[in-house]
């Protein structure tokens, strides 16, 4: 891929942004046939969206503000998603417990019409549950004036694989696919965007990509595009910081998930099972600094904690937390004085005079109709061959059906074989990287060699989800990850000892205390 960047040809669009909205972009561009390249100056997914809840859903708390809109297409997007990638994505049983008669029908009514928008998508039907049916199905659940419960059903997936395989998609259809890959500049003839400057992280050689339309995809790094475009920007990002925490399923056993509707600042709150594990989540804190690698605040954890132990008997302290990881929501602009928790999940498309396409806002749900509508605008900006948009049924990845999820391999689609086939060849590769998880060196070295990971957090945060886990036990392994990487991508002792300084370094920044 690199070497078709030093070729010098003309793209029909270059992206920028390697997350949900740019790879997204990129799968629906290349489909369509138009010469794509998209460029990430991090790795694929680094920031917000590797650090989502990790819910494929409509919204409920968007169903409280009236956004009737938004919920319906992004329920529309679940169900798409679900038949797309059903290797990274499953349906999840949700159940609200309640406390009151009242906001028991209240909540059921709710719940009910959310079903209802969801049409033939639907994924399950809502039901009203007794006191005793919601114990059985939230075995740690306060029980103290229990009067019920609403069972639901909405979509979960792996954000951060989900990206992997969305990259993978994207240069199967023709797509040049780049990470540690940073746009620094814009070239121009007569006001309109000719070419990007690039810069490889890695490397720092130069290149530049000639165009015919650029798609500004960055999340919360769009305004920095904008200006990089044009130093009279105003300002089109308010980023808003959301903190998970993940604890162990012993404090929250059983496969359904909490979902708790109103905390004290007017967020829903959820406890989801995930990769054997709990996620709990989420707070929005506005921010003023954007930063590619974000740290919850101390008063945000304690949020969490004390709203989860409200609902639940199993309580949990600082040092029951095995990981905490925070992102950034590019929420759009709103009237001034709005909060970011009232703030509208709609994204937003500006074209600029010099026809920078920027897409930002949104959620995760919605990423392909984003992706959609980003190309759409850029086809007709840079005057591109009419094409239609094909990925409403686009398979994501390599799978086949049934997938198998009794074991962790599943995330790979059909590769996992491979993987395996690469542990009977050599032995060594069928040992663990960590006792307590069933990740095995054999699949580190595909990843290494078949997914563009080139750090020890490349492999630990994205590829396999382990920092996102546990952090200590991610720390634990990554000096097995830096043999492994410094031997496939011949790298020095010197090199391991940078690698392995920097990702403790910043692993210690997901641990609570």
Known sequence: ????????????????????????????AASRGYTTLLVEQHDFGKGTSSRSTKLLHGGVRYLQQGNIKLVMEALRERGKLLKNAPHISSIQAFVLPVYSWWKKWYYAAGLKLYDLLSGKLSVGATEILSAKKTKQLLLSAEE????????????????????????????????????????????????????????????????????KVVINATGVFTDSVLQMDDHLQH???????????????????????????????GRVLFAVPWHDKVVVGTTDTPVDL????????????????????????????YEDVLSVFAGLRPLVHGKEGSSTATLSRDHTIVVSKSGLVSITGGKWTTYRRMAEDA??????????????CVTDTLAIGEWKLPVDRSHHWHVYGIHAAAIQQLMEEDISLQEKIHSQYPYTKGEVVWIIRNELAETIEDILARRIRLLFLDAKAAMEAAPVIAILLAAELKKEEGWMEV????FLTLAQRYTAY
């Not at 759409?376 to 239609?388: I, Q, T």
């Open 290 to 317: 954007i930063l590619s690698e974000p740290e919850a605040f101390d008063e945000e954890i304690a949020f969490i904690i004390h709203h989860f132990n409200r609902y639940n008997r199993l309580q949990i302290q």
């Open 1 to 28: 891929m690199l070497q078709a960047l030093q070729e010098g040809k003309q793209w029909d669009i270059v992206i920028v942004g390697g997350g949900a909205t740019g790879l997204g972009a990129a799968v629906d």
């Open 499 to 502: 690698q392995l300084n920097s």
């Open 375 to 388: 190309v759409n605008n850029a086809s007709f900006v840079g005057k591109l061959h009419k094409a239609s």
């Open 144 to 211: 103290k004036k229990l009067k019920g419960g609403i069972r639901y059903y909405d979509g979960q997936f792996d954000d951060a694989r989900l990206c992997i395989d969305l990259a993978a998609t994207a240069h199967k259809h023709g797509a040049v696919i780049l990470n540690y890959m940073r746009a620094k500049g814009f070239e121009k003839e007569a006001g309109k965007i000719t070419a990007v400057q690039l810069q490889d992280s890695l490397s720092n050689q130069i290149y530049t990509a000639r165009c």
């Open 235 to 265: 300002q089109l990002v308010l980023p808003s910081q959301g903190v998970h925490i993940v604890i162990d399923k012993k404090f929250f056993p059983g496969t359904d998930a909490l979902i708790i509707p109103h905390t004290d600042d």
